[in-house]
C-alpha cells in the first residue's frame, strides 16, 4: 500500500511539488502579502473626525495628515536611531564574530553560540524591564557613576536636549542602549556565518602581498562579509524601526513610529493613519535596501 | 659561491605536545628550486609558513638574506607564497587579483594593470584579466596564483603543493612551467610537495622531512641514489631494504642497505656472478605486467623478499609470466647499493 503510494508520486513530481509547496504559498500570499495590502487599502481611507468612524472612500488626505511636519520628525528620530544603532550593533558584532569564527575552539564556540543567542530565550518585555532597572535613577549606572565621582558627568549629560532627559531609563540615550542590547544577536549570527565563509588562506594572502591587518580587512574581510552585514543590519534596521515597546518603556514625550502607530490604531481608533504610518518604515526599507545594493551588497548573492 | 637566502637556525615549531618543527637548520641558496619533500604532518608545510610569517618559531631564527626576520609579520617579508587551494580573492576580477600587491603599494592604477597584464603574459593567459577567478579553470587558477605571487618581485617565491588540485597531465605540464619561469625570473623557489616524482624532476635540492626532522639534505640523484636513512630509502621511489641478518649472507657485513628495484638484474640461475656484483638466488613469487616494465617479487633463499624491476623491452606480457615459479639468481653492481645507519624501521 505504502509502496503503491509512493510509486504514485514518483511518477508525478510536478504534483508531490506542488503538494508542498501549496500550504507555504497559502500562507505567504494571504497572510503576509494580504495583511500588507489591507494596510495599503486601509491608509488610502479616513477617519471621520466627528463620527470617529472610518470613511471607506479613497482619498489623499490621510497621506496629507502625515506628511505634517510633527510626524516627519517622528520618522527623522525613528530612522536616525536605528542607523545609531545599527552602526553600534556591526561595530559591536565585528570583533564578537571574528574571534567565534577564526580562534575560538569548537568547544568554545558553541558556548558563545549560546550565550549569544541565550537572551532571545526569555521574554523579550522581561529583558526590556531589566534594563528599567539598570538605566533608572537608582539604578546601577548611576550608583556606579556616583561612586567614581562621575554623577556630575552623566547629570550634564542628560541635561543634554537631544540625547538626555530627566533619567538615563527616560531618554533617547536609554532607548538606544536598549535598542543595541536586544537585537545585538541579530547582527552576530549573520555576520559570524559570513566570515566562516572566508577561507583563512584568503586572510594569509593579503597579508603575504604585503597588507597590514587594516589593509587586509578593508580590501578583503569586509567586502567578503558585506553581505551578512547588510543582512545583519536589516533586522536591526527594521526592528528599531518598527518597535514600540522600548520607546513606551524609555522615551520621553517624543514618538517613534511604533509607538505613533499604537497611539493612532490602539488609542484614538485612526486606523487609516496608522496604517499610512507602517508605510513609512516600509518605504525606508526599501530605500535602505536599494542603497545597500548600490553598495555592492548583493554582488555575492 | 652565491648567497645565503633562507637560513633555519636550530628552528622548533611545537603545537601544543606536538613538535611539527623539531629543531631544524636550513640553508636555501640564492636562485635554487629548492623542495622540500616528505609525507603530510611531516613539517614541510610548517616549515614554508614559517618563512612566510604565517606560523612564528617556537625557538630558533630564520634569516631571509642576512636578515633576521623571526619576529616580522608577513606583509613586511619580501616573500610571497602561492597557495594550495591558490586563495584568489573571489570578490576582484583576475587583473585585480594579479596587481594586488602593487595596490597596496599603492602604484597608480594604469601603471599596475600594466604590470598585471605583463603578469598575464608571462603565465600564457593573455585576455583572462576581465574575468572572474570561479570563471577560470583549476589550471588556469593556478597560473593567476603564481602571477599574483611574481608581481612583488619577491626574493623568494614559497610554493605550498601548488599542483595538489591538478591532474596528472597538467600536473606535468605545470612542472616544465615552473621550471622555466624560475629559470626566466631567476629567485629562488622553495617548494614543498609530498609527491616524491614531482621533487625528482623540477629540484636542484631536496629536503626530505619526516616527524619535524630533515632526514637529507641533497640533489635529486644524491636522495635517489643513496638515501642516507631508511626513510628515505622507503619515501622516495621504491626501494628494498635488507635487514643486517640477510646482509650478513648477501655481503658478508652485517649492515644494513637499500637497493632500488631497477637496478637489480633478474638473471638464470645458472649465470656467473660479475665481479663487481653481489648476487642472491630465490624463486619468482610474484609477477605484474606494467606494460613499460614488470614487477616481479622474488623471495630470498637467504631470506627475505625483493622487488625487481625490469623494463620490457625484449620482452611481452606471454614471457614474464612464465617466469613465475622459477628459480632465479638476482645480481647487482656493488655501487649501488647503499647502506644505512643504525636507525629503526
Known amino acids: ?301 | 659561491m652565491s648567497e645565503t637566502a633562507i637560513l633555519f637556525k636550530n628552528v622548533s615549531r611545537h603545537f601544543g605536545d606536538v613538535k611539527a618543527v623539531d629543531n631544524i637548520q636550513l640553508e636555501i641558496m640564492d636562485g635554487e628550486f629548492f623542495s622540500m619533500l616528505g609525507p603530510s604532518g611531516s613539517g614541510k608545510t610548517t616549515c614554508l609558513r614559517m618563512i612566510a610569517g604565517f606560523e612564528r618559531p617556537t625557538a630558533g631564527q630564520i634569516f631571509l638574506y642576512g636578515q633576521d626576520v623571526s619576529d616580522l609579520p608577513p606583509y613586511a617579508r619580501p616573500v610571497n607564497t602561492v597557495f594550495q587551494d591558490y586563495a584568489l580573492f573571489p570578490h576582484m576580477s583576475i587583473e585585480d587579483n594579479i596587481a594586488y600587491g602593487l595596490m597596496i603599494k599603492g602604484v597608480a592604477k594604469t601603471e599596475r594593470l600594466k604590470k598585471a597584464a605583463e603578469m598575464l603574459d608571462l603565465v600564457q593567459l593573455p585576455n583572462v584579466g576581465k574575468r572572474k577567478p570561479s570563471q577560470l579553470s583549476g589550471g588556469q587558477r593556478q597560473r593567476i596564483a603564481l602571477a599574483r605571487a611574481l608581481i612583488n618581485r619577491p626574493k623568494a617565491l614559497l610554493l605550498d603543493e601548488p599542483l595538489g588540485a591538478l591532474d596528472l597531465k597538467l600536473r606535468q605540464q605545470m612542472q616544465v612551467e615552473l621550471k622555466n619561469i624560475q629559470r626566466e625570473v631567476g629567485i629562488t623557489f622553495v617548494f614543498v610537495t609530498h609527491d616524491q616524482e614531482e621533487a625528482l624532476t623540477m629540484s636542484d635540492r631536496i629536503a626530505v622531512f619526516s616527524a619535524g626532522k630533515i632526514e637529507q639534505i641533497g640533489s635529486p640523484a644524491d636522495v635517489y641514489e643513496h638515501p642516507a636513512t631508511a626513510f628515505v630509502a622507503g619515501f622516495v621511489g621504491t626501494s628494498n631494504l635488507v635487514t643486517a641478518e640477510v646482509a650478513q649472507r648477501i655481503t658478508g657485513t652485517p649492515r644494513r642497505f637499500s637497493i632500488r628495484p631497477e637496478k637489480i638484474h633478474l638473471g638464470k640461475i645458472d649465470q656467473p656472478a660479475p665481479a663487481d656484483s653481489f648476487t642472491a638466488d630465490g624463486v619468482v613469487r610474484d609477477v605484474v605486467y606494467l606494460g613499460l616494465y614488470t614487477r616481479y617479487l622474488v623471495e630470498l633463499d637467504s631470506g627475505g623478499d625483493l622487488v625487481v624491476v625490469e623494463q620490457n623491452l625484449k620482452t611481452t606480457s606471454m614471457d614474464v609470466t612464465k617466469i613465475k615459479h622459477q628459480k632465479t639468481r638476482l645480481a647487482w653492481k656493488k655501487e649501488h647499493v647503499s647502506y644505512i645507519g643504525d636507525g629503526n624501521a
Open chain 1, 1 to 301: 500500500m505504502l509502496n503503491k503510494i509512493s510509486a504514485f508520486f514518483y511518477r508525478r513530481p510536478r504534483l508531490t511539488l506542488t503538494l508542498f509547496l501549496a500550504p507555504p504559498l497559502i500562507w505567504f500570499l494571504v497572510v503576509y502579502i494580504g495583511s500588507l495590502i489591507t494596510l495599503l487599502v486601509n491608509s488610502f481611507f479616513y477617519l471621520d473626525g466627528f463620527t470617529g468612524q472610518v470613511v471607506r472612500q479613497f482619498t489623499m488626505q490621510t497621506y496629507a495628515k502625515l506628511l505634517q511636519p510633527t510626524n516627519l520628525q517622528i520618522f527623522q528620530r525613528t530612522t536616525i536611531m536605528a542607523i545609531l544603532v545599527t552602526l553600534a550593533c556591526v561595530i559591536l558584532a565585528f570583533p564578537l564574530s571574528y574571534y567565534m569564527a577564526r580562534f575560538a575552539s569548537p568547544r568554545m564556540k558553541t558556548w558563545l553560540y549560546l550565550a549569544v543567542t541565550l537572551p532571545l530565550w526569555t521574554s523579550y518585555v522581561v529583558r526590556v524591564y531589566s534594563w528599567k532597572l539598570i538605566l533608572a535613577q537608582e539604578g546601577i549606572i548611576s550608583w556606579a557613576a556616583r561612586l567614581v565621582h562621575l554623577d556630575g558627568l552623566l547629570n550634564w549629560y542628560l541635561k543634554n536636549e537631544i540625547v538626555g532627559g530627566p533619567s538615563l531609563s527616560v531618554s533617547p540615550t536609554g532607548i538606544f542602549l536598549v535598542f543595541v542590547y536586544i537585537w545585538l544577536p541579530y547582527m552576530i549570527v549573520p555576520i559570524q556565518t559570513a566570515l566562516e565563509r572566508v577561507p583563512k588562506s584568503l586572510l594569509e594572502a593579503a597579508g603575504d602581498l604585503g597588507a597590514t591587518p587594516a589593509q587586509t580587512f578593508r580590501t578583503v574581510l569586509l567586502p567578503l562579509t558585506f553581505p551578512g552585514v547588510i543582512a545583519g543590519s536589516i533586522f536591526t534596521f527594521s526592528l528599531t524601526l518598527g518597535d514600540f515597546i522600548v520607546p513606551q518603556l524609555f522615551g520621553t514625550s517624543s514618538f517613534y513610529i511604533g509607538k505613533a502607530v499604537l497611539t493612532y490604531q490602539g488609542t484614538s481608533n485612526n486606523i487609516p493613519l496608522a496604517a499610512a504610518f507602517t508605510m513609512g518604515p516600509i518605504v525606508i526599507m526599501i530605500v535602505y535596501l536599494l542603497i545597500a545594493r548600490k553598495l555592492g551588497a548583493f554582488d555575492a548573492l
